[in-house]
């Protein structure tokens, strides 16, 4: 077991984890923050898509030993104040059909706009692909990801 110290959407946490535990396991099964989705168990899909200090990672593929000491924003914790500007957007242009992936394309794009406050079609569609969606045909998530980076730089 390993002890761990961690601020997930802005609380402490203090936990003891068997070493081999996944960061997206621990998320949802001891913190019971169940947005963060277990698509592939690869890093594959990007469903499990989280912030680590401020990137994006995909929490499958990292340890929540490794997280200690760090912070980590969940889909939770980006709507805790209202809905986030991306969330907004996908609601609004309808970027969601199942909605098994939307957490971590939220998570994703919010990290796009972050390093790319003013991203154009072609930079959307690059960054957004470690993450799969099998329902939308991707036109109206790249729509959105570029809406809510528009409505973020006004």
Same mark, same amino acid.
């Given at each position: 077991?390993?002890?761990?110290?961690?601020?997930?959407?802005g609380k402490d @946490?203090?936990?003891?984890? =068997?070493?081999?535990?996944?960061?997206? =396991?621990? &998320? #949802?099964?001891?913190?019971?923050?169940?947005?963060?989705?277990?698509?592939?168990?690869?890093?594959?899909?990007?469903?499990?898509?989280?912030?680590?200090?401020?990137r994006a990672v995909k929490s499958?593929?990292?340890?929540?030993?490794?997280? =200690?000491?760090?912070?980590?924003?969940?889909?939770?914790?980006?709507?805790?104040?209202? &809905?986030? +500007?991306?969330?907004?957007?996908?609601? *609004?242009?309808?970027?969601?059909?199942?909605?098994?992936?939307? +957490?971590? /394309? @939220?998570?994703?794009?919010?990290?796009? @706009?972050? #390093?790319? +406050?003013? +991203? =154009?079609?072609?930079?959307?569609?690059?960054?957004?692909?470690?993450?799969?969606? #099998?329902?939308?045909?991707?036109?109206?998530?790249? *729509?959105?990801?570029?809406?809510?980076?528009?409505? /973020? #730089?006004?």
């Amino acid at each position: 077991m390993v002890a761990i110290a961690l601020n997930v959407n802005g609380k402490d @946490i203090e936990a003891e984890v =068997d070493g081999r535990t996944l960061l997206v =396991d621990f &998320l #949802r099964e001891r913190l019971r923050l169940t947005g963060t989705h277990v698509g592939c168990d690869t890093a594959q899909c990007g469903a499990c898509v989280v912030h680590l200090d401020g990137r994006a990672v995909k929490s499958c593929n990292v340890l929540a030993a490794q997280a =200690d000491g760090h912070s980590v924003l969940t889909i939770e914790g980006l709507g805790a104040g209202g &809905l986030h +500007p991306v969330q907004k957007a996908f609601s *609004t242009h309808h970027g969601l059909q199942c909605g098994f992936c939307t +957490p971590g /394309m @939220i998570m994703t794009a919010v990290d796009i @706009i972050r #390093r790319c +406050p003013a +991203p =154009d079609e072609a930079t959307v569609r690059e960054e957004l692909e470690g993450n799969l969606c #099998r329902c939308t045909g991707y036109e109206n998530i790249v *729509t959105a990801v570029l809406a809510a980076a528009e409505e /973020m #730089r006004s």
